[in-house]
């Protein structure tokens, strides 16, 4: 079956530092992946997504990289604000978005 | 459209009895979800539907669990017989096709307490 999975459960970042979340996968059908944010007593937000057959997609403030050799995904948020602490997932996708469990992003101010 | 509502926010209900939720999907979304999370976990896929048609269920999804959408707008999800390991936060999801867009737009989800 299809498997997302996190390293790291917590991860704290000084304000205005760059954070690097880090996703590894064992399935490789998924046709995108996506980060997801989810604020506390919310339900999770779409942040950006990366076609299966990229390497790199940026949007505003975050980087997302695949690596397929090694099935690894990353989400990098420059310049770290405390808007930014949130609970962030990866996810595949194929019809479906499948989370793994997630990463706990504190700032600290 | 203010985005995906679901209702009620908050369900207590005792072990045993059936509980149902709604979701109102964003209007213009033929695809509509359904996830499970708990404490400290990523959402968990229980099932989807395009328009009416339900199209996949979860192997998490046991019998006891009944999802609807019957005009393909909102949706329902009923319990019957809740146990306590039902207790988690029910969130509604939807969206266009993958081909289209990938983003998915959550509700704020129903957390459900079996006592």
């Known amino acids: 079956g299809e498997s997302v999975g996190l390293h790291l459960p917590t991860l704290s970042v000084q304000e205005g530092d760059n954070s690097i979340i880090n996703c590894a996968y064992s399935n490789s059908a998924s046709d995108y992946f996506i980060w997801y944010k989810q604020e506390s007593g919310k339900g999770p937000q779409f942040i950006i997504d990366?076609?299966?057959?990229?390497d790199k997609r940026q949007g505003q403030r975050v980087t997302v990289l695949l690596n397929k050799t090694v099935k690894h995904l990353s989400l990098q948020i420059a310049a770290t604000q405390p808007g930014d602490s949130a609970v962030y997932f990866c996810a595949g996708s194929y019809d479906k978005v499948i989370f793994g469990p997630g990463t706990s992003l504190s700032v600290i101010p | 459209d203010t985005g995906v509502s679901q209702d009620p926010r908050h369900k207590i209900t005792k072990r045993g009895q059936n509980v149902t939720f709604r979701c109102d999907p964003i209007?213009?979304?033929?695809?509509l979800y359904w996830y499970r999370q708990t404490l400290g976990q990523g959402p968990e896929f229980l099932t989807y539907f395009q328009n009416e048609a339900q199209l996949e269920k979860s192997r998490l999804l046991s019998d006891r669990f009944s999802a609807e959408r019957p005009k393909g707008s909102f949706s329902t999800l009923e319990i019957q017989r809740t146990e306590q390991g039902d207790s988690a936060m029910y969130l509604c999801?939807?969206?266009?096709?993958?081909?289209?867009?990938?983003?998915?737009?959550f509700g704020q989800g129903t957390r459900l307490t079996v006592v």
């Open positions: 990366i076609r299966s057959n990229m």
């Open positions: 209007s213009e979304h033929n695809r």
């Open positions: 999801a939807s969206s266009y096709p993958q081909t289209v867009s990938t983003e998915a737009f």
